[in-house]
């Protein structure tokens, strides 16, 4: 496959922004580690609904069946993306893949599915600030590079202007808490995973790109990415990977147990370390290891899962998190669609054990999810592939624009504080629409 480095940095974003038909996805990654992709793509993007979501699934595993077993050269190994697919899977999939999970009372039009062929991209690596462009064959190449030799028009990356904001109510999350409680008292399950909504009312000509450069700016994070399906917009701000696959490996690195930050450096530093000590957030968070390692066992090797990096706090702009990499060997039989369906939806954003959590979600939870809690991601010529969890992430439809954050409920949950974690987690996205927290 025909690959070209380039001189000079181009700007994916200006890009994306300026084009927005030839590049419906930009994944950019945070600080000086990982990698920029800019998909690009010349066939209007597919989106299925709610009620189509095993045509899609069929669909998506004929798309993965049409890729050609793609050995890469040595030089081009290293590359996350050398052509193929990029994909969304919305949370709501999951009814395709366990029926006995109710629907949310209040569904809504927004897409629960997308996916797209993308024959070139442009890769920007982080940390040697190296740009390469890749395409599967020469006349995707040269048509990039034309693209790319085309004077970029002028972008305006603004503030969003915002109408207005609402939050649900919180008493309604109170009542969920308590309810979740009660069944853990009952026996049910041991930990559910509950969100909450808010949504904003845009000003007239607001754009995905200014809402994605703004959040970009305000909480940055080494999973975020901005799709753009048309009439409906992804823009996410994720820290959470769902799963890679690469070599036959298959990687998953979740996130459990949440502190909120302080400016003031002292009083950080002591949050930091209560949570990495914390008996309760510990707990919550091996136990969702062992749910993710259960279902990485369900496509890997017997006797190859095993946990890589355990319980690391890593800090972001506005919380300190517990993370974990469980990883293992794919076993021959199993498929990237397979793989991902596995795994889909993530463990930590749902609960333990994990069916019956998602049936008490659909209970308490009354509008969809859709792409909160989902996933985007790419698939590789040779069968590899990367995907995180849309969390931090606005949903965007016209001029109204949606986002939820949530929290793991444990029998000793503190309702209040349970409550406040879920405006922490919201504040990098309010803060970059301009909004009070």
């Given at each position: 496959m025909p690959s070209v480095c380039l001189a000079t940095l181009p700007d994916l974003a200006a890009l994306r922004a300026a084009w927005p038909r030839q590049f419906p996805l930009l994944l950019?990654?945070?600080?000086?580690?990982?990698?920029?992709?800019?998909?690009?793509s010349e066939a209007p993007l597919p989106t299925w609904p709610l009620a189509e979501a095993k045509a899609f699934w069929q669909a998506f595993e004929e798309a993965a069946a049409s890729l050609l077993p793609v050995v890469p050269a040595d030089a081009e190994r290293a590359l996350p993306f050398r052509g193929g697919w990029f994909f969304y899977l919305g949370y709501e999939l999951l009814h395709s893949l366990e029926p006995t999970v109710a629907l949310a009372a209040n569904q809504d039009a927004f897409p629960v599915a997308a996916l797209g062929r993308a024959p070139a991209a442009l890769l920007i690596e982080r940390q040697t600030q190296q740009a390469w462009l890749v395409a599967e064959d020469e006349a995707a190449l040269a048509k990039l590079q034309q693209l790319l030799n085309t004077s970029c028009p002028a972008v305006n990356f603004a503030p969003p202007p915002i109408k207005q904001a609402v939050e649900d109510d919180p008493q309604q999350f109170?009542?969920?808490v308590a309810a979740i409680k009660r069944y853990i008292y009952e026996g049910d399950v041991f930990q559910v995973n509950l969100s909450r909504a808010w949504e904003v009312r845009l000003g007239e000509g607001c754009s995905c790109?200014?809402?994605y450069a703004s959040l970009r700016r305000a909480n940055p994070a080494p999973f975020a990415g901005l799709l753009d399906m048309g009439r409906w917009q992804i823009i996410s701000s994720s820290p959470e990977r769902l799963l890679s696959l690469r070599d036959g490996k298959a990687s998953t690195r979740p996130i459990a147990g949440t502190h909120p930050r302080s400016a003031d450096p002292a009083e950080d530093a002591r949050l930091k370390a209560r949570l990495a000590t914390s008996l309760k957030e510990r707990a919550e968070h091996v136990m969702l290891i062992d749910l993710e390692r259960n279902d990485l066992g369900r496509i890997c090797s017997p006797g190859s899962v095993q946990v890589e990096e355990l319980m690391a706090v890593a800090s972001y702009t506005y919380v300190h998190h517990i993370e974990s990499t469980v990883c293992g060997m794919v076993r021959a039989d199993v498929g990237p669609v397979a793989a991902l369906r596995a795994m889909f939806p993530g463990g930590t954003i749902t609960g333990c054990p994990k069916v019956r959590t998602m049936?008490?979600?659909?209970?308490l939870e009354s509008t969809p999810r859709r792409a909160y809690t989902g996933s985007i991601g790419y698939l590789n010529h040779d069968g590899s592939l990367d995907s995180n969890i849309l969390i931090r992430s606005f949903m965007q439809d016209g001029q109204t624009l949606r986002f939820r954050a949530g929290a793991g409920i444990v029998a000793d949950s503190d309702p209040e504080r349970e409550l406040q974690e879920t405006r922490a987690k919201a504040r990098g996205l309010l803060r970059a629409l301009g909004l009070p927290t």
């Open positions: 950019q990654s945070a600080a000086d580690s990982g990698w920029d992709i800019l998909f690009w109170l009542a969920g790109d200014q809402i049936q008490i979600i659909a209970e």
